[in-house]
C-alpha cells in the first residue's frame, strides 16, 4: 500500500525505492503527502535555502537530421529545402551574446547530420574554446556522437576522446526519451535501443566529460515505463560512483510537446488526451524521480514546457533547481511551446516568491557569485493594447 511506502521514506535514510514501490506511489500516493515527502528528501540531500540556475544558452547548429523521430518538428531531411547548418562565424556570435550577460555554459545540439565529418567537430569546439575561453562547451548528444562516430568509422570512445581533446566539457542529457525499447522503438526506430544512449554517458563519463539525464515522457507510456526508465538511470549511475566517477550531474524531465507536431509525425489527434503531460501527473513525476534517485543530487524543475509558474511549484516537491536562461531553444519549440528563453530577473524572483534564494551555478553545479537582479519593467514585452 502507498501508505506503508510513503511512510518509510520519510527520515533521514530511507530503504532505496523499487521500481514497483515507485509505480505504486506513482500511481495511487496522495499527491500532496507525496510531494511533501520530496521536498523533505530535497532538503536533506540538498541542505540549506537556495534554488540553483544557470545562465547559459542553447545553439542549434544544424538541423539536418537522418533518425526522423516521430514527436520532432525541427528536423528536417538531407535535401530538404529548410535545412541549414550554422558556420563557425554565426555560431561564434551566439557566444559573444551570452558573454554578454555573463552567461558561463553553452548547450550546443543538433541533428545527426551525415555530412560534417569528425574535423568539422573539432575544429568547431578547439574554435569556440580559443575565441570564447570562459564558456563551457556542453555539446552533442549520445545520438550526435553514434551518427558521428558512423561517418568517420571511430568508435563512439574515440569520438568522444577526440572532442574532449579538443576542449569539449560535457554532454547534453538530451535524447534519453524512454530509455524504454517498447517505448523507445515505437517513437524514434532509428535512434536504437536504449543501451546505445546509456553506453555513450557510459563512456562520456569513464572520459570525466560532464553528464545529465533526461526523461521526455507523455508518449502514452505507463508509470511504470517512466519508472524503468529512471531504474536504467540509477543503474548506470551506481557503476559510475563505483569506479569513482562523477556521473550524472541531475535529473531533469519533460512531457512531450506535440501542440504543432506538424513535421513530425506523430502529433495529438484523435489521441490529444492521453499524449503529454498536465500540471498534477509533471509534478507527480518530480516528486518520484526525487525519491527514486538516492544516487543523483539535483532534481531540476523544467519552466520551459510546463511554465515558470508550474517550475515553482516543482521547488516545493522535489526539485533543487530551476534550469537555466537558454536564450534560445529551436527543438522542442518546434513542437509547442512558444517562451524559449527566460531573463535571470525571471528566474530570480519565481524563486524568491517560492521563498527561496536563488544562486547562479555552472554546468557542474558549483555555485557563482550571484547578484541581485532588480526587475527592469522596459526589459519586458508591453503589453497589447485594451480593446475597447
Ligand atoms: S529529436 Fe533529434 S535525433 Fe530525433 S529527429 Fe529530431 S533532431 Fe533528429
Redesign the pocket.
Known amino acids: 500500500m502507498w501508505q506503508d511506502i510513503l511512510k518509510q521514506q520519510r527520515g533521514p535514510s530511507p530503504p532505496r525505492l523499487t521500481v514497483e514501490d515507485a509505480t505504486e506511489l506513482y500511481e495511487n500516493a496522495d499527491f500532496n503527502l507525496l510531494r511533501s515527502a520530496a521536498l523533505e528528501r530535497r532538503r536533506i540531500v540538498n541542505p540549506g535555502n537556495e534554488v540553483t540556475y544557470m545562465i547559459d544558452r542553447n545553439v542549434n547548429y544544424t538541423?539536418v537530421?537522418?533518425?526522423?523521430?516521430q514527436?520532432?518538428s525541427?528536423?528536417r531531411p538531407p535535401g530538404h529545402r529548410e535545412t541549414y547548418t550554422q558556420t563557425y562565424e554565426q555560431i561564434s556570435s551566439r557566444f559573444s551574446e551570452l558573454e554578454d550577460v555573463e552567461g558561463v555554459r553553452v548547450l550546443m545540439?543538433?541533428?545527426?547530420n551525415p555530412d560534417l565529418p569528425l574535423s568539422w567537430y573539432t575544429d568547431l569546439i578547439r574554435y569556440l574554446r580559443e575565441h570564447h575561453p570562459s564558456i563551457a562547451l556542453d555539446c552533442f548528444?549520445p545520438?550526435?556522437i553514434e551518427g558521428i562516430a558512423d561517418v568517420c568509422g571511430l568508435s563512439t570512445l574515440e569520438v568522444l576522446t577526440e572532442l574532449k581533446h579538443a576542449g569539449m566539457h560535457g554532454l547534453p542529457g538530451?535524447?534519453a526519451e524512454m530509455l524504454v525499447d517498447d517505448v523507445r522503438l515505437d517513437i524514434?526506430p532509428k535512434?536504437g535501443s536504449a543501451e546505445n544512449w546509456l553506453r555513450v554517458m557510459h563512456e562520456a563519463q569513464s572520459l570525466g566529460l560532464t553528464t545529465s539525464a533526461t526523461n521526455v515522457f507523455g508518449f502514452g507510456e505507463s508509470r511504470l515505463h517512466r519508472v524503468q526508465h529512471m531504474e536504467r538511470i540509477r543503474k548506470l549511475q551506481d557503476q559510475a560512483l563505483e569506479k569513482g566517477w562523477a556521473g550524472f550531474t541531475s535529473f531533469i524531465a519533460w512531457p512531450v510537446q506535440l501542440e504543432s507536431n506538424v513535421f513530425?509525425r506523430r502529433n495529438r489527434g484523435q489521441n490529444k488526451l492521453l499524449l503529454g503531460a498536465g500540471p498534477t501527473e509533471y509534478l507527480r513525476q518530480v516528486a518520484i524521480s526525487r525519491l527514486f534517485f538516492d544516487n543523483i543530487r539535483h532534481i531540476q524543475g523544467s519552466w520551459p514546457t510546463m511554465g515558470l509558474d508550474i517550475a515553482q511549484m516543482a521547488l516545493f516537491g522535489g526539485a533543487d533547481d530551476i534550469g537555466s536562461t537558454m536564450m534560445e531553444e529551436n527543438?522542442v519549440s518546434a513542437s509547442g511551446t512558444d517562451k524559449t528563453c527566460a531573463l535571470e530577473v525571471e528566474l530570480q524572483e519565481a524563486v524568491r516568491r517560492a521563498g527561496f534564494e536563488p544562486m547562479r551555478r555552472d554546468s557542474d553545479y558549483n555555485l557563482l557569485e550571484t547578484p541581485n537582479v532588480t526587475p527592469n519593467v522596459s526589459e519586458f514585452p508591453a503589453p497589447p493594447p485594451l480593446q475597447t
Not at 537530421?65 to 523521430?69: L, Q
Not at 545540439?109 to 545527426?112: D, E, L, M, N, S
Request: charge should be neutral; charged fraction near 10%; aromatic fraction near 14%.
Open positions: 538541423n537530421c537522418t533518425i526522423n523521430c514527436f520532432c525541427f528536423y545540439q543538433g541533428g545527426v548528444s545520438i550526435e538530451g535524447g524514434s535512434k513530425g527543438v
